[in-house]
């Protein structure tokens, strides 16, 4: 079934720990993202991609980094974790001119 | 880029009652406009969109309507139900970036 996917759901974590969120999709999609928000608040575009080999800032200033190797897959990576990352991770998926897809988040706590 | 506002912050509705939710844009080449409903501790999820070609779209209880003119849109919600309490957001195409803007989000609560 075409759909997109996030591991892991859950992270607890210490400070200084690095991390890789993944993200893969299943849906030939060409545009990807990766969204920060705290529960039930204002989505944040920290990264977005159009295509293989391209990775775009967003709105959010974030420490962290993306890659995007192969179409379907998007890693978020935090080198350094801290406290202030602590928040939910949604990956999404788009066709041109469509909706976005959400994938089901990554809830990260670093302690 | 574009710019969505997103009205009210929390809506409290009686069961039966109707609920609107409005957002405004910015860009007036946007033509396409989502909303999404999430629920607690679940990822948003599309429940109706609108393009520019056309002024309304109904999907059962909820519609959609969209102003081109005065570059807003709403969701209405008749005949409200408990398991439509959810946090809803609108979204517009920034066409520079070819990303969703997304508003604020409404928290919609229907009381029984």
């Known amino acids: 079934e075409a759909d997109i996917y996030q591991t892991p759901r859950y992270l607890v974590i210490g400070t200084g720990k690095k991390i890789t969120l993944e993200c893969s999709q299943t849906?030939?999609?060409?545009?990807m993202y990766w969204y920060q928000q705290d529960p039930g608040m204002e989505l944040h575009l920290i990264h977005y991609?159009?295509?293989?080999?391209?990775?775009e800032k967003g709105d959010l200033s974030s420490e962290s980094t993306v890659s995007r190797i192969r179409t379907e897959h998007f890693p978020l990576t935090l080198e350094s974790a801290r406290p202030s990352h602590t928040s939910q991770y949604l990956c999404?998926?788009?066709?041109?001119?469509?909706?976005?897809?959400f994938g089901p988040g990554t809830r990260l706590t670093v302690l | 880029g574009e710019n969505v506002e997103q009205h009210p912050s929390t809506l409290s509705v009686q069961e039966g009652d109707s609920a609107v939710i409005k957002c405004t844009y910015s860009?007036?080449?946007?033509?396409?406009f989502p909303w999404y409903k999430q629920e607690l501790g679940k990822r948003p999820q599309l429940i109706i969109d609108?393009?520019?070609?056309?002024g309304e779209k109904k999907d059962q209880r909820i519609a959609v309507t969209l102003n081109k003119t005065a570059k807003h849109f709403s969701l209405h919600i008749t005949e409200t139900q408990p398991e439509d309490s959810a946090v809803y957001f609108c979204?517009?195409?920034?066409?520079?970036?070819?990303?969703?803007?997304f508003g604020s989000g409404t928290r919609l609560q229907v009381q029984p």
């Open positions: 609108i393009r520019s070609n056309v």
């Open positions: 849906m030939g999609h060409d545009k």
């Open positions: 991609s159009y295509g293989v080999n391209s990775t």
């Open positions: 860009d007036s080449a946007s033509n396409y």
């Open positions: 999404a998926s788009s066709a041109p001119g469509t909706e976005e897809y």
């Open positions: 979204a517009a195409p920034d066409t520079g970036r070819r990303a969703l803007t």
